[in-house]
């Protein structure tokens, strides 16, 4: 099984007057994991189905495997999808419910009665095909012990196997998924990501895959494409999507506990302004714009506030809320002398113990804010690009 490239030019879709996809372009490599995520209602399951030839677009073209695709029914197009409701044939066994598709596909309606069926010559051998390729598929996903159950017999991690498996068998190019992990528990879900990730490696298959849960996205593509309000916003790795957010939303939506926003200003020189002190950084943004800075939580630097040990440039902070994680503590901030700025700061446990030890305030801490780990975005949400002014007076945690 090798994968297919999907290429998505212009495509976009509307439901009586309201448009939910505008000009989508996406273009996908043979055997990647592709992953479109975004809020609820952004357009992504809209965009999957119409990949999938389960609704068509008003416009753009479908490529698939370098084949414009617009026509090809469903069963054309060399993709299988996997639903979150596995949608498996409740009075089938786990076989049959794996042979189905193969039956459907090369067996004329009179071979699939069982008994008129074995009599028609040339028959047995296609029977035997697909034996052979149901054996293969349960044996890639371990569920050779289930093939006799009913599906009501099985767990959910074995059900969502078992719907894994029956997208297997046609060995598809692309494989489709929607929210695939959703209806499985906490532990089962991280489980089962692991195993999804590993299949999709050795299958080396193209993977689209759509959730809204931004630890799996992060955790199991190569590529993130971040849907908002009907558009892809930004196209990258995790890493890129995390460090160089394209946008505002796409910050706040990827990361947890969210990316901090603070209020910024541009001075006289274009640099940048937070809480009315000019900071390291310039931009190209004109003399009194607004400007948004975002810094990640565990960019954020939290010293005691009684030590010697404490941060140039501090501010002073109240400690609103404190949640304890186990291995790192998340501190809920308010900035002294501006009670409208929250900032939550990420901390591992042992730091957390050690500015606990070192302080007699259990109330406040000091906090750095360090521009060089800022993100910069103007006033409508696109990220701009800074430059360091000087290194001098960077923030940082002295003795
Ligand atoms: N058949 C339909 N008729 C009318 N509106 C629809 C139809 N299908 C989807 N929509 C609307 O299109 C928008 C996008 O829906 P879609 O299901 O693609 O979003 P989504 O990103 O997959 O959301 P979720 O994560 O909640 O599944 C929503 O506002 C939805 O209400």
């Known amino acids: 099984m ?18 939910v996809l505008h000009d989508i372009d996406l273009e996908i490599n043979a055997g990647e994991f592709m992953t479109l995520v975004g809020p609820s209602g952004c357009g992504k399951s809209t965009l999957l189905k119409i ?19 617009n026509q090809f029914r469903p069963s054309k197009r060399n993709i299988a999808m996997v ?20 039956i459907m596909a090369n067996l004329p309606f009179a071979a699939r009665m069982p008994v008129i069926g074995s009599l028609i010559p040339g028959m047995s051998a296609k029977r ?16 050779e012990a289930l093939l006799e159950r009913k599906p009501s017999e ?22 489709l998924m929607d929210e695939p992990l959703s209806n499985l528990d906490a532990a089962l879900r991280t489980q089962v990501r692991a195993e999804l990730v590993e299949l999709q490696r050795r299958l080396k298959a193209t993977f689209v895959y759509v959730t809204h849960d931004q630890v799996e996205a992060m955790t199991m593509s190569d590529r ?30 990827i990361g947890s506990p969210p990316i901090n926003i603070l209020p910024a200003t541009v001075g006289a020189q274009g640099q940048v302004q937070l809480f009315g002190e000019s900071q390291n950084l310039r931009t190209d943004l004109m003399p009194g714009d607004r400007a948004q800075i975002g810094i990640r939580p565990e960019d954020v630097i939290v010293a005691a506030q009684t030590t010697l040990r404490s941060v140039r440039s501090p501010h002073e902070a109240r400690i609103r809320l404190i949640e304890n994680l186990g291995n790192e503590v998340i501190l809920h901030l308010n900035i002294s002398g501006d009670n409208q700025t929250e900032v939550a700061a ?27 780990r800022f993100l910069v975005f103007d006033s409508t949400g696109s990220r701009v690009q800074t430059e360091e002014i000087h290194d001098s007076q960077r923030l940082e945690v002295v003795s």
């Open 51 to 69: 990949l999938a030839g389960l609704d068509q677009p008003d416009g753009g073209l479908i490529e698939i495997g370098g084949e414009i695709a």
């Open 154 to 175: 099985l767990s959910g991690g074995q059900r969502q196997r078992v719907a894994l498996g029956r997208a297997m068998v046609r060995q598809p190019g692309v494989f």
């Open 224 to 253: 993130i494409a971040v849907m908002m309000d009907g558009a892809i916003v930004q196209v990258a790795t995790p890493g890129e999507i995390y460090a160089a957010p394209a946008d505002i939303r796409v910050a706040r939506f």
């Open 346 to 372: 990420r901390l591992a446990q042992r730091e957390w113990s050690a500015i606990r030890e070192s302080s007699s305030d259990s109330d406040r801490v000091r906090v750095g804010l360090s521009s060089q």
């Open 2 to 19: 090798t994968g297919t490239a999907v290429k998505l030019s212009n495509i976009s879709k509307g439901y009586g007057t309201s448009r």
């Open 128 to 143: 035997q095909k697909i034996n052979t390729a149901v054996a293969t598929v349960s044996k890639t996903l371990g569920i």
């Open 83 to 102: 639903f979150q409701s596995y949608a498996l044939y409740p009075h089938m066994r786990v076989r049959d419910n794996l042979a189905m598709p193969l």
